[in-house]
């Protein structure tokens, strides 16, 4: 298949009303008091961006079943540069995202850091939604086989909703297209916090204080790109210089002439130029067009909002529903394309697109919702429960001391 069989046209309108859509219905979430994350809790503009990112992921999909139902084709990475890149550009942004965020945990060392508190946190981040979304796959599959329960389904269960891998279910060989299989990133990014995460901090206790510690980043990007050539069989390489990516944005922060010009106009032309280049020019984000990720992503670390956008209300909404708009985004597709026939029938395929604003604004309202009743509760419970961890480990310690 050709880029020329799409309706390009049709993609691209039906892509900025999705991102128009999912702005005014998040601006009015807003106005009706949803909690926004303070000020002194962003680094960057990153909150603001990490919505735009989930609803690219949910274009590139849209066109992908666009694909599957009108033009013959498979679930695979669309053949246009830019419908591709808006699925995995999106995902590498995110992995960069984690790099940042969890880098000031590296630089503190792995004595610092209470590492059960640490896991007790992301896994309370992680696993409500992801359990959440787990049922809703599992309702889609009964319906879909008429089958119940079987004794297969709790090891299924277990590696669903760890990310762990998607087995079939209930005698159902291919369950994770329901999701559009995006629990594969989220495989990654648990092997970043159970291995990548810790092992830096220590390399930081026993080697990078004597060193600059933009070294650590680097010595990553190095070692993976030396590990992807002669351990090839360990996909972790791949990604790891995404998650190092993050950490020297973090790196940029830190020093002032460079953050101030990440946030001139100037550098808000050349981030937007990189991404557009990364967008339309390269098939893969993981080679040649990974620094060209890296340069918009640096420049939004840094906190420049791209023109006052990624400070809007509107953008912060979406930031927080992004988790949920990433997992989710999958089924909703799913139930469009193989049960909302009685909908898509009546577009052409050039204006079959034009449903993609409705899909953004039934996820955004759902979206918001999980967030409130999953999300947030869970994140609130994993903080008390490491909290009383660090406590219990600090009386263990002080009576040990004794």
Known sequence: MTPMSYPVFGI???????????????????????????????????DGL???????????????????TRLGGSWAPPSAYLFAQLGAGAVTLFFMTTGLL??????????????PAVFIARAFRLIPLSSLTFVCVTAVVMVKT???????????????ITAAGMPPLLGYADPG????????SLKYEWQFYLVALPVCALLVDLLARRLPSWMLPAAIILVSSIGKKFVPGVNLWKFMPLFATGMLAYEAQNRPVIARWLQSRAATWCALLALVVATTQFKSPYDLAWPLFAIFFFAVACGNDLGGLLRTKAALVLGECSYGLYLMHGIALFLLFTRGGALTDLFATPFLPLLMPLVAI????????????????????GK????????????KLSFAAK
């Open 177 to 184: 297209r329901v999701n559009a299989y995006v629990l594969w």
């Open 146 to 160: 008429g089958r119940h329960l079987d004794a297969d389904f709790p090891g299924a269960a277990l590696q669903w």
């Open 50 to 68: 990490r919505g735009f990112m989930a609803l690219s992921v949910m274009i590139s999909h849209f066109v992908i079943w666009l694909e599957i």
């Open 12 to 46: 691209c309108v039906g892509a900025v009303l999705a991102f128009v859509a999912a702005i005014v219905i998040a601006e009015m979430i807003a106005k009706a008091g949803f909690p926004l994350p303070s000020g002194g809790k962003r680094i960057g503009r990153i």
């Open 362 to 381: 039934v996820l955004v309202a759902l979206t918001s919702a999980t967030y409130l009743l999953v999300e947030r509760p869970g994140m609130n419970a």
């Open 102 to 115: 969890f880098y000031p945990r590296i630089l503190a060392g792995f004595q610092a850091n209470s590492w």
């Open 384 to 395: 008390i429960l490491a909290d009383r961890w660090r406590s219990f480990a600090g009386r």
